[in-house]
C-alpha cells in the first residue's frame, strides 16, 4: 500500500520534522547492539522448527504445535483478513493458536519487544508509528525472506512464490540486495473526488492540471474548498508533486529521486509540478485549516462534501467505510497532466505497498514465512479483498466472485488504462531521513511559509547529504 505508495505503498505513515514519528534512541541502540553485518545477520536459509519435517509440503519446516503470534497495524485496511486468516493457519497446522493483536502503535506495543529479543512472529510494519524497515534492516532484525520466494506456491506447487507475484512486488521489499518485507497491497494513488458531487454540479474530472485549476475555480464559487489532504502527515503531499513530476519528466525522475540523485531537483520537470501543486495554496484553493487535520479529520471532511479533491491511495475507501455516505460514489482519478508530459495521462502511481515482516528473532520464524506464504493464495488473497475491499500482489488474485466498492472499482479501471505506464518511488523504504526532510519542505510550502524555489533547495539539500552519508 514506494513504498506508501508507500504507506502502506506506498504506500506509509509517518508525521514530518516535529511531527514526524521515528523509532527512539531505545530502539535504535538494541538494534546496533546486535550488530554485525546485516548479510551475515541475516541468512538466506530458514532453520525448521524443532522436531519439525522440511518437505516440499513443509518447506520452512513449520513444527504444526506452534504458536503463531501475529501483529496487524490496524488502519485503512482494518485487522478482518489477518484473523480469518490466521483461523487457516490453524486449520493447516493442527493443534496452533494464531493470535492477532490489531494496533496502530507499532513502536509503543513492538519497540520493547525487539528489545527483549521477543519480537512477534509476523508483522504487518506500518502506520505513523511505523518501525522504520532500513533501520531494522541494517542491524539484523529482519528475517530474509528469499526462502519464501523460492518456496512452491501453494496452489501450484510447480511454480514458486516469485512467479505469482505482481511486478515491482520484490522490489519494493528489497533493501541492500536482499528481500526483507512482503509489500502485500497493490495499491494506487492519486487524486480522489465524489461522483455525486460531480453529477450533482455537473463537474467534469479533469484530464489536465489547467482544467483542474480552472475547475478548483468553479468549486470555490460553488462554497466548496476544492481540494484538502491530510496536513499533518505531508508526505500524502508529496504524493501530487511526485507523480506530476514523474509523469512531466519520465520515468528517470522517479529513478532519480530513489538513487538520491542531487542533479535531479534541477531537473525542470521538477520546477514544473513543484509550481503546479503551489497553485492550490496561492489561489486559496485549500480548506481551510487542512494544514492542522489528520487524515482521519481531513478525509472525513472530504466525505461531508466540505472539499472536493483529496489525494490519497487505494486503501481510502476501506479506511473510510464509516464516514462515507451510501451514495457518495467514490472516485479515483489518475494525476492530471501538465503541458509537455512525457507520460500519458493514465499513468499513474501503482505498486506494493503494506509492508509484512518477520522478525530474525522471531520464535516461530518458520510459522511466520508459512503464514506469508498462505496470505499469497488464492484463497487468502480473495479473503483479503472481501474484508479490506482492496487487490493484493498476487496476479489475477481477485475471482469474479468478489464484489468490490466503486472506489476500488474504479482504480481497477484505471490500473487497467494504465497498463505498463505505472511508477513508484521507494525512497520512503529505502532512506527515511530524506523521506522525512522532503515532508517537513511541503509542510512549510503548503502552509506558505515556504516558495517552490526553496521547496526544491530544501529536497536538493537533503538528497545531497544522504548521497555522501
Not at 488464492?378 to 487487490?391: I, P
Request: with cysteine; aromatic share 8%; proline share 7%.
Amino acid at each position: 500500500m514506494g513504498s506508501e505508495f508507500n504507506r502502506r505503498d506506498l504506500v506509509k505513515r509517518s508525521a514530518a520534522l516535529g511531527l514526524v514519528a521515528i523509532p527512539s534512541a531505545g530502539l535504535l541502540s538494541a538494534c546496533a547492539s546486535d550488530g554485525g553485518d546485516s548479510s551475515s545477520s541475516t541468512p538466506t536459509t530458514t532453520a525448521p522448527a524443532a522436531g519439525a519435517t522440511v518437505d516440499p509440503k513443509n518447506p520452512f519446516g513449520v513444527k504444526d504445535a506452534d504458536p503463531l503470534d501475529i501483529v496487524i497495524f490496524d488502519g485503512g485496511y482494518g485487522h478482518d483478513y489477518a484473523t480469518a486468516l490466521g483461523k487457516l493457519y490453524e486449520q493447516q497446522h493442527s493443534g496452533s493458536k494464531a493470535s492477532v493483536l490489531a494496533t496502530q502503535d507499532i513502536i509503543g506495543k513492538l519497540q520493547p519487544r525487539f528489545n527483549g529479543g521477543t519480537p512477534p512472529d509476523v508483522i504487518d510494519d506500518s502506520g505513523a508509528q511505523q518501525i522504520k524497515l532500513d533501520t531494522l534492516q541494517s542491524s539484523g532484525q529482519l528475517a530474509d525472506l528469499t526462502p519464501l520466494l523460492d518456496a512452491p506456491y501453494l496452489d501450484d506447487p510447480t511454480k514458486k512464490v516469485r512467479d505469482v507475484l505482481q511486478p515491482g512486488t520484490i522490489e519494493s521489499g528489497t533493501l541492500a540486495g536482499k528481500m526483507y518485507s512482503l509489500s502485500y497491497i497493490y495499491t494506487v494513488s492519486g487524486l480522489w473526488y465524489s461522483g455525486k458531487l460531480f453529477k450533482q454540479h455537473g463537474w467534469t474530472p479533469p484530464k489536465t492540471w489547467k482544467d483542474f485549476i480552472s475547475l478548483c475555480g468553479e468549486i470555490k464559487k460553488a462554497g466548496i474548498a476544492p481540494f484538502c489532504y491530510q496536513g499533518k502527515y505531508p508526505y500524502y503531499m508529496n504524493t501530487p508533486i511526485l507523480d506530476l513530476a514523474a509523469k512531466n519528466g519520465g520515468l528517470d525522475i522517479q529513478k532519480r529521486v530513489d538513487a538520491m540523485d542531487p542533479t535531479v531537483w534541477d531537473e525542470p520537470a521538477i520546477k514544473n509540478a513543484v509550481e503546479a501543486a503551489y497553485q492550490i495554496v496561492s489561489n486559496n484553493y485549500l480548506l481551510p485549516g487542512t494544514n492542522g487535520l489528520t487524515h482521519i479529520e481531513s478525509q472525513t471532511a472530504w466525505n461531508q462534501y466540505k472539499a472536493a479533491f483529496i489525494p490519497c491511495g487505494s486503501w481510502l475507501e476501506n479506511e473510510q467505510m464509516k464516514a462515507t455516505p451510501a451514495d457518495f460514489d467514490m472516485k479515483f482519478l489518475p494525476m492530471p497532466s501538465l503541458d509537455g508530459d512525457k507520460l500519458p495521462w493514465e499513468s499513474i502511481r501503482a505498486g506494493a505497498g503494506e509492508p509484512f515482516i518477520v522478525p530474525e528473532k522471531a520464535k516461530n520464524k518458520a510459522g511466520g514465512l508459512e503464514f506469508l506464504r498462505m496470505m499469497l493464495t488464492k484463497e487468502g488473497s480473495g479473503r483479503f479483498a472481501a474484508a479490506a475491499n482492496s487487490l493484493t500482489v498476487l496476479q489475477n488474485g481477485v475471482g469474479s466472485d468478489v464484489k468490490l466498492r466503486p472506489g476500488t472499482a474504479s482504480t481497477v479501471v484505471a490500473i487497467d488504462a494504465a497498463g505498463n505506464n505505472t511508477f513508484n518511488f521507494n525512497y520512503p523504504n529505502t532512506n527515511s531521513v530524506f523521506d522525512v526532510a522532503l515532508q517537513g519542505a511541503t509542510a512549510e510550502l503548503m502552509a506558505k511559509r515556504s516558495t517552490p524555489t526553496q521547496w526544491i533547495a530544501k529536497a536538493k539539500a537533503a538528497a545531497s547529504k544522504e548521497k555522501k552519508a
